[in-house]
C-alpha cells in the first residue's frame, strides 16, 4: 500500500517539471491539447503562488519535441530549464542535483511522455526512498491505452498518481491561510468552475463579500487564464 | 493487500457524507446529474434504514458550491452540517470529532469532488489506522478521467473502493434479518430492479407472497424515490 | 429534406405513448432504465400540462413485456390503454381511431423498443400525410447501435427525430404564456436544471421573485419528480 | 425521403444474405463475432419461417475469405450459393437473375463486408428501381467507423437501413397469424428476450396458456438457438 | 440535398449568438466547458476580424441560465443583447428584426442548447426561405446522444451544419487577401495548431518570413486566447 | 501483491457459480446478455469437462431474480442449487460447507451481480485463507463503472481477476493431456475462435488430422454451443 | 437521395488528393496517424495501379503544414503538387483547371482537414454538376466530433461519403479483370487481410494456386506496405 | 509494491516474444491488427538495436493460429522459434532452457493473446524470483475487456506492465550512447513521431545536423518501417 507520510504542503515537496515542449503536445493525443495546456499551467501556477520549487528540463529541444511551452517559460524567467542528453531526469547529474538541492522528499512530477518524461524519474526516485506523486492530466501519452498502461505501471510502483487540482487543493489546507489560491486558480483554469464563479458573482446576493473573499475584489469577472 | 478486518455491519460503521452540494451537483461531470442524485439518496437512505450515524460536511455554502442538496438535508434533520474552513474535512477539528464520538472504526464516505472531499479525508483516516470504504458512484468528479485516477490513487492506499448497493448489500446480511431494506432500496434506487420488481409483481404467481415479503404490502407498485 | 410546416402548439398535436411496458424497461438497454424512465415521465407530463391529448398502446402486457409503467399510467387515468394483436400500433383499427378521432395531424410518438414500436406507426402515418416527431429519448432499443440505425432510418423516412426537452420548449413557445411548464419540468426531470434552480434558489438575490414566477411560491426547493 | 411504398411482407420480399463466409466472419470487427453469427442466423431463420426466398451468394470462398457459415448452408439446403467472380454481387449474371426470377421488387440485403458485398448491390439495385432494406447488424464492417461512413452512405442514397429484429417484427404483422414467430426468433436469437421469457415462464401464474400461444409448449426452457 | 447556392463570405452573412450564458455553460455537458469557451471565442473573434455582424440574445439571465459570458460580451460592446420572453429566438419581434435589419440571407447560429436555442430559430428561418448554418461546437446539449438527435434533425431540416474552424475558413477564401484572420485564430483557439505554431517558429528556417505573413511580428510566440 | 501459490489443475480447485438466474441477466447490462450465457456455458463446461467440482447457489428464485439459468442447471443435474437467506454466500452454512467439503483451497468464483454475489464470497474467503479467483467475464454487473469499481476492489483484496478463457487455459496445462478440450471449448465458446477454425477445416490441407488431433473427427463443421 | 448515376470506373474519375502534408498529420486526432497513413497511401496505390489521373495539391507548405508526406509524393513523381494561396481548391484556377483538364465527371477527394479541404472542394464541385465522392478513412479532422459534422453536412449536401477500400473494390469490378488489384492492395494496407492472407498462405492446400492467381507467386508472404 | 531492482539495461533482460502467429493476429481484436503489427516490429527491431537476445515460441502453428508473423520471423533468423504441447510456456522445458541460458533475470514479455500467453510465463517466471515486464501493446486479448482484466491481474501479481516505447526509452538510457535508437525506431513505429521528424526535416533550420545525430543522412525521409 501506498500511504503517504504527511499532507503535501508548500514547504515539503518540489515540481519537476519535465519536457513541456510543443512538439510533443502537438501529437500527444492522450488528452485534447488545450486542455492539456491549460492543466500544465494551472499545475505551474499552483507553484508559483505558493512559493514552491520548480526544476525543468528538456529533451532535445532543437529537434522536433520543439522549445519549451512558451507561456510555462515565462511564469518562471528565475528557472534554468535544464537540457539534458539522458531519456531519463534521473540519470542526469545535473537535474538530480537541481531536486537535491531542493532538500525536499516530496516530488510533483509532470512530463510528456508520461511513459517515459514523468514515470522513469518517479520510479528512480521511489528506489532512492522518495515520496513521488505523478500528475497525470498535467502529462500526456501517445494514446489512451498507453496513458493507462502507465498509471498502471506507477501506482504499482509505489508512486501516488494525483491530478492537478487535487495537488492545488492538498496544499491548499486551510482556506483561511492561502485558500483565495484554490478559488482564483479554479476559476482561471477549471471551465466549469469559471462557469460557476461568473454565474454566482452574477447573480448571488453576496457576491461583493465573496468576490473580496478569494482576492477577486477589483476585476469580476474571472477571466480563463490561459 | 486491502482486506477489511470484518464485514460492514450497522453497529461498526459511521457514514461520512461530505460536500453533496448543489452547485457542485451541477458541473462535476463524470457521471449524470441524476444517477448521482439518485446513488447519494439510496446511499443516505441505507443508513437511515438501518441506524448508522451519519456526519455531513460542507465547503463554502454560500458560495458557488452552493447548498447541501434539499432532500438529502431533509432526510437528517437531527444531523449538524459542519461547514469547514479546510478543505480536508479530517484537518477539520469539529468535523474530525464528530467522527471520533461515534466511537466507530469503519468510515464510509461519499464526497463532491471524489478527488478531493472523498478522497482527502479517507488518506487522512487510514493514516490514523481506520478502515476507509470510498462510495465511488454516490462522489463524482469534474471528469471521468480524474474519476480514473483517483479511484487507483484511494486503492493503492488502502481504501476501499465500493459502492452504494454493494454498501447496502453488506449490511444486509441475512436478509431474513434486515433483508427488505435492500429489497425496498434497490427497489426505490436502482431503475432496472424497480422495472423488474413491477414487472414480477404485475405477472408473478405468487407477487402477494413477495410484497409482503419487503414490506410493500399496502402500495403496489414501488415508485423511484427521487 | 424534412421541414415542418409549423411549430408544434397545444393545439396542433397528439402524444402517441406506445408500449412503455415494465418487462420492456428491465433490458432495453441503450440507455440507463432510471434516465429513461424520468424521460418517459417528463415527456408526459408535458402532455398533462397543456391539455395534449394521449393515446396509449400495449404489447402482450401479460406476457414477458409486463404492463406498462404504473406511474406512467397514473399520470392519465382517464385514457384507455389500446391492446393490440399487430406488431405495428397503426394496423390496429382501435389504435388508429384514437388518433384519429383527435383531428390532429401532427404525431409525437414514442415507443418501446424504438425500432418497432415507435418507428413502424411514425412510417405508416408518414405515409397517410401525418406530420411525425419521434422522442429518441423517451424510447429506447435493445442496443445503441440498433438505436442509431433506427434513428437513420426514421430520419431518412422524413420523421422528426427529437427529445423530450425540445419538444416540451417547442410547445411553450411564450414563456409569459405558459413558460412555468418548462421551468418547472426542466427542474423536476433534468437533472442538471434541478441543481442549478436549487442552487440559484439557495444563493440569488431575487429567489424569491424567480420562485414566484415559475409558480413554485409554496414549497421550495423543487424535488426531482420521478 | 426514403418513404417505403408498403410494409415488408412475406410476400413482397426476397432476402439477399451474401458473402456469410468464415473468413471474414474472423476478422470483420466492427460487432462482436458472436453476436455477428447470431443476428445472421435470426435473420435467416426469419426467412425460413415465412417462407420468403433467399439468393446467397460468395466471393472467393476457396481463398482467406473462406467457406459460408455452415449453420447458414444448412438451413437452406435447396438454396445454390452462387460463386462470383464479380465483387459487386449486382455486376454477376446469375446473382442477379436469381433476385429477378423471384419477381419481388423488395430486396432485404445483408453481407460481409457492408461498405462492399451489402451496400454495392443494394445502390445498383436502387438504380433499377427495386426497394431495398440493409440490415445493418446481419452485417459487419473492418471497424466501428467505415460501418458508419457505410450506413450513411446508404442512407443517402435511398436504402433503408434496418436490423434482423426490425425485419422479422415488420413481417410479423399481426401476431394472430403469424406472430409465434416473433415470440419465438427474439426468444432464440435476442439474449434479452430469452432471459426475459425464462424468467417469465419460470414466475408467472399464466405461464402455461403464454407458453403454448407461442407454440412451445412442449420443452421449456427456451434455448438460445446459435 | 441541401447545397448552398454560394460561399460564405464577410458579406452575405451574420451571426446569431444566442444564450451563451454561463450559467448554461456549467452544466451542458457534451463538450467540455473549457472547449467550448474557447470554441464561442473563436467563433465571435471570426465575426469580429472580419466585420460581419452579429445578434446576441439571452433567456432568463437572471435567473439559473445567468448573464451572458462576460469575455463574449467584451467583444461586442456595441451589441445591444437582446432578452427575451419567448424560447424561440424566432418568435420574438426585436430579435428577429435585429437580424432582418442586416438585409443578409445567410444566417451561421450558435446557441446554448443546441436543441432548443440554435435549432428552433435555423428551423423557423429556413422556412422563410434563409440558409441557416448551425455551428454545432459553438453550441453545447445536455448530454451527447441529445447533440446526436439534435445534428439529425438540423441536417434533415436543411439546415447546414458546421464547425466554427469551417466556418473561418470558409470565410478566409483567398488566403492572400485575409489569409491572416485564419493563421492568428487557428492559432489562439486550436491547441494544436498553436503548439505546431509556436513549434514551428522555434525550430523553422523560415520563421521570421512566416511570422510577418500572418501579422505576428511582434511578439512570438502566440499565446492561447481565452 | 497477488502471486498464486502454484497453477489451476483440476484437482486443486473448486468452481462457485452463484445466482446465475435468469432474471439478474435480463437486466444486469455491464456485458451484452447473450455474451454474458455464452461465457457462463463456456467456464461451466470447463468444469464438466475436467471433472472439478461445482458448487451453486441462488438467490430470491421465485421472485424478480427468477430461476437459475435453465441450460446452466442441465449440465449439472446432480448439484443441488443452494437456495439462502444471506446476501453473502459465505455466511450461509450449507453453502460454506459444500465447499468445504470439496477440500480445496482454490476458489474459482463467479455471481451475479459481481460486486455482490461474487466479490462478496471471494473477500470473506481470503479472510480466512483461501487463494480466490474470480471470473470477471461470467460475472455482471449493474453498469460498467460498477464493475470497474469491483474489479479495483477485488485486486486490492487480494482476489486474483481472471477470465473463463484464461481459467480454461490454464487448467489445460500439457496440450497433449487435456488440450483437446481447450480446443473444443473456445471453438464452441469464443465467437472469433470457431469463425477460425472453421475456416481452417474449411480449407487446410492437413483438416483431417487436425480434426483428429482435436477429436472432432466426426461432424464437422464446429457450432457456437449456446 | 443521393444516387450516382454508374459506378465508379477506372476511366470515369479522378482523385484529387489535397493537402496530405506531415504537419497536418501530425496533429490531426481524429484517427490513429499510422493508419491515416496507411490509408492514403491504400487510397493512392489504388489510382496507381488503375491509372487514374491524380491532382495534389499543398496549403502552406513552408510553414507548420509542413511538405506532402514523402512517400506519397514518391508514388506519383510525374504529378506536379499545385500549391495555393486558397483555402478552397476549388477556388484556385490552377488547381481546377488540372481537374477539368482530365475531362471527368466524378470526383473521389481526399484531404487534410476534412472539413475543409476535402469538404470545401466537394461542396464547390456539386453545384457545378460533378459527381463527388469524399474518402472519409484517408482524411483526418481535428477531433472525432468535428469528423462525425463534416460527414453530416457532407452527405446532405450530396456528396458520398465513402472509404479507399470501398473506392478500391468499386473500381475492382470483374475480379478476373483486376481483381488481383483487390487482393494484393487489400493485403498490403488492411491489417486484418493481410494477417488473413498469411495465415492461409501458410496453411492452405492450394497455396500455390492460389498465389498465382492473385499475382503474387514470387515472394511471399507479403508485407504490409507502408 | 512492484518496485524493480534496477533499470532495464541491454545486458540485464531478454525478450520472450511468444505466439506472435498470423492467425491469432486476425482475430485479437482488442487492438488494431495493422497497429499491434507494428508495436510487434517495433519491439523486435529494438532487441535487434541493442544486441538484447528474444526466445520466441509458437502454439499450434499448423492449425488455426498460423505460422510466425513473417516480418517476425524474418528479423531473427537465427532464433529457433520453439514450438510447444504446453500452454504456458514456462511449464515447456524446451522454451524454460532457453531462457535460462541467457542468464538474464529481467524478462520482457509480449504475446498473443495476453491473458494466457504472456500472462501465464509471466506469473511462473515471477514465482520463481526473475523481475518480469510485460509489454501490453506488442500483446491483444480477444476484447478489451479481457486485455483489462489481464493488466490488472498482471499488476497485482508483481509483473511490470510497460509498453514497446516505454521499453525501448529504458534501454536507451544516456542518448548519446545509443540514443540513435530510440530516434530511428520511433520515426519508424509510431506514426506522430514519423510525421513530427519529417516535417521538422522539411522546415527546420538545423535539419542536416539532426538528421546526422540520429543516424539517417543518406536518406531523408523517414519511411515507416512496416
Redesign the interface.
Known amino acids: 500500500?501506498?500511504?503517504?507520510t504527511s499532507?503535501l504542503t508548500p514547504d515539503n515537496c518540489v515540481f519537476l517539471m519535465i519536457d513541456h515542449?510543443?512538439?510533443l503536445?502537438?501529437?500527444?493525443?492522450s488528452?485534447?491539447?488545450?486542455?492539456?495546456?491549460?492543466n500544465i499551467l494551472g499545475h505551474a501556477k499552483t507553484a508559483k503562488a505558493m512559493n514552491i520549487p520548480v526544476v525543468m528540463g528538456t529533451s532535445?529541444?532543437?529537434?522536433?519535441n520543439?522549445?519549451t511551452?512558451?507561456?510555462l517559460k515565462a511564469l518562471f524567467p528565475e528557472v534554468d530549464v535544464i537540457d539534458r542528453?539522458?531519456?531519463?531526469f534521473w540519470?542526469d547529474e545535473a537535474s538530480r542535483e537541481a531536486v537535491r538541492a531542493t532538500g525536499r522528499k516530496k516530488l510533483v512530477i509532470s512530463g510528456l511522455?508520461t511513459?517515459?518524461c514523468a514515470?522513469?524519474p518517479a520510479?528512480?526516485a521511489?528506489?532512492e526512498g522518495y515520496e513521488t506523486y505523478v500528475v497525470?492530466?498535467a502529462s500526456a501519452d501517445?494514446?489512451p491505452?498507453?496513458q493507462?498502461?502507465?498509471?498502471?505501471?506507477l501506482?504499482?510502483?509505489?508512486a501516488?498518481?494525483?491530478?492537478w487540482?487535487?495537488v492545488l487543493?492538498?496544499l491548499?489546507?486551510?482556506?483561511?491561510v492561502n485558500?483565495q489560491h484554490?478559488g482564483r486558480l479554479l476559476s482561471e483554469h477549471?471551465?466549469?468552475?469559471?462557469?460557476?464563479?461568473?454565474?454566482?458573482l452574477?447573480?448571488?446576493?453576496?457576491a461583493t463579500e465573496?468576490r473580496e473573499?478569494v482576492g477577486l475584489t477589483g476585476n469580476?469577472?474571472i477571466?480563463?487564464?490561459?
Open positions: 500500500m501506498t500511504l503517504p499532507e515542449q510543443v512538439g503536445m502537438q501529437f500527444l493525443s488528452i485534447d491539447p488545450m486542455l492539456l495546456k491549460n532535445w529541444p532543437q529537434g522536433p520543439g522549445p511551452m512558451p507561456e542528453p539522458f531519456v531519463n540519470n511522455a511513459e517515459v514515470a522513469f520510479i528512480a521511489l528506489r497525470m492530466d501517445f494514446n491505452f498507453i493507462q498502461v502507465t498509471m498502471t505501471r501506482a504499482a510502483a509505489g501516488i498518481v494525483t491530478t487540482v487535487s487543493a492538498e491548499s489546507a486551510n482556506t483561511q485558500g484554490i477549471m471551465g466549469q468552475y469559471q462557469a460557476a464563479m461568473n454565474n454566482f452574477g447573480t448571488a446576493a453576496n465573496v473573499g469580476p469577472p477571466p480563463m487564464a490561459l
